[in-house]
């Protein structure tokens, strides 16, 4: 059920005494809705203590000072990792361990518009690693941390409600790769191995999100500083600030109704920023009757062994 921007800032309110200290980390937090996000979940929480993953320090130390000055109660850090490489995103779980001993919210935004394709590790769309195997590597190292907390979620802003019929022999990419295609196979990928993981990790609430159109650096970023310029000027009436978008983030990752299977009896959800459900039942019931779910996490398991 949607939800009004009155009742998100309502809810965000309470967390200060319903979540006092919250761990958080946020892979891909040192902009647009991941910083976002970071910022104002530490507005919102008593005592914070949140991670920061991205590839730029410069960035990474402008977050740590904005957060100090959100709320100087906190604790965070950043650290530096290309995540297109999984033996980063190991790199950084190994570094994150001893600090982990439980995690609530593991928020993760990496990846982004991609025009063509650019091969990485073992020829995958470096783009295709970020948006779908990276943030499935994330999950997969935490899940001891995340299993450790009395509320742990997942939150992949990506493209929930976006999914595709998808073809066993083209999950990489490699077979055929198109800006529509790679956006609509990372976006099912993610819905899919997240009721695989759901339906093993119980404890653990997963949400695929569609985040609406937001303010934020993401059109200069990969479309150039004038066209990116051009594109976030026409899209400005239908478009929330980036802090907006933090406010209805913060929710997402905190609110009740989206709890894990052992409270729900559902455990995964696809939802739009405003807490909408935009599962395509026609689409994901299809992928269920061919065992999509069991077969896409199967490939992802062999995958990791080509990338790591």
């Known amino acids: 059920m949607a939800q009004t921007l009155t009742q998100i800032r309502n809810w965000n309110a309470t967390l200060k005494a319903a979540r006092p200290n919250m761990v958080a980390l946020f892979v891909g ?29 410069k960035e990474g130390a402008e977050v740590l000072e904005e957060l100090k000055s959100t709320n100087n109660n906190g604790t965070y850090s950043f650290l530096s990792a290309d995540a297109s490489h999984l033996r980063e995103v190991d790199a950084v779980c190994q570094k994150l361990k001893p600090e982990l001993s439980s995690l609530d919210l593991l928020f993760m ?11 990485g590790d073992n020829n995958i769309d470096v783009n295709h690693i970020l948006r779908y195997y990276s943030r499935m590597r994330f999950i997969q ?13 997942v939150v992949s802003i990506l493209g929930g409600g976006k999914e595709i019929k998808i073809e066993e022999d083209n999950f990489d990419l490699k077979k055929s790769w198109s800006f529509t295609g790679g956006a609509g196979y990372a976006s099912t990928m993610v819905s899919v191995a997240h009721e695989k993981l759901a339906s093993e990790n119980p404890s653990i609430s997963f949400i695929h999100g569609f985040p609406g159109v937001v303010s934020t650096p993401l059109f200069k970023k990969f479309l150039g500083p004038i066209f990116g310029s051009i594109v976030g000027f026409l899209s400005t009436p239908v478009s929330m600030s980036s802090s907006e978008s933090g406010e209805w983030h913060t929710y997402l990752s905190t609110a009740e109704q989206f709890k894990s299977k052992d409270a729900s009896g559902n455990g995964s959800y696809i939802l739009n920023y405003d807490g ?33």
Do not use: Q
Request: hydrophobic share 40%; aromatic share 6%.
């Open 29 to 57: 937090g040192t902009g647009g809705i991941g910083r976002s996000t970071a910022v104002k979940l530490a507005g919102a929480v008593a005592t914070p203590t949140i991670f920061i993953v991205g590839r730029n320090e």
């Open 141 to 153: 190292n935490l899940i001891p941390a995340l299993e450790a907390s009395k509320s742990p979620r």
């Open 109 to 119: 935004t990496i990846g982004g518009l991609s025009f063509s394709k650019i091969e």
């Open 276 to 308: 909408k459900d935009l599962t395509n039942e026609a689409i994901m019931t299809e992928l269920r009757e061919k065992d999509f779910p069991t077969i896409v996490w199967k490939h992802t398991l062999d995958t990791f062994e080509k990338l790591a």
